[in-house]
Nanobody
Framework: QVRLVESGGGSVQAGGSLRLSCEVS????????MAWFQEVPGKERKAVAT???????SYLDTVKGRFTISKDNAKNILYLAMKSLKPDDTAKYYC??????????????????WGQGTQVTVSS
């Protein structure tokens, strides 16, 4: 069973930075496509940053240039570095893993592995 545990959320003022981490256990991490999803109350969870097993990263336009997804295969950790944060970035962020490629903007309906989420709050 794959287990994902996020950390690193918190409260920050607009323009600030945060780094989220997602520790992966229970399976061969390097073979998965992984992603960070953003969930705002009242809206569907949406992939904002994805990274394939070969390390190729993709982003939703709303975060491109501000968010960076990366992974450490040796430590089995996925990261999301966020800078120039805006109040609109306020959401619960989930990491997810799948053997199928995850597309930016997708809703994750067929993704089997999820973390519990970590809250990011950006104040103006």
């Amino acid at each position: 069973q794959v287990r994902l545990v996020e950390s690193g959320g918190g409260s920050v003022q607009a323009g600030g930075s945060l780094r989220l981490s997602c520790e992966v256990s229970g399976s061969q991490y390097s073979g998965f496509s992984m992603a960070w999803f953003q969930e705002v109350p009242g809206k569907e969870r949406k992939a904002v940053a994805t990274i394939d097993s070969d390390g190729s990263a993709s982003y939703l336009d709303t975060v491109k240039g501000r968010f960076t997804i990366s992974k450490d295969n040796a430590k089995n950790i996925l990261y999301l570095a966020m800078k120039s944060l805006k109040p609109d970035d306020t959401a619960k962020y989930y990491c997810a893993a799948s053997i199928v490629r995850i597309e930016p903007g997708s809703f994750g309906l067929r993704i089997p592995y999820w973390g519990q989420g970590t809250q990011v709050t950006v104040s103006s």
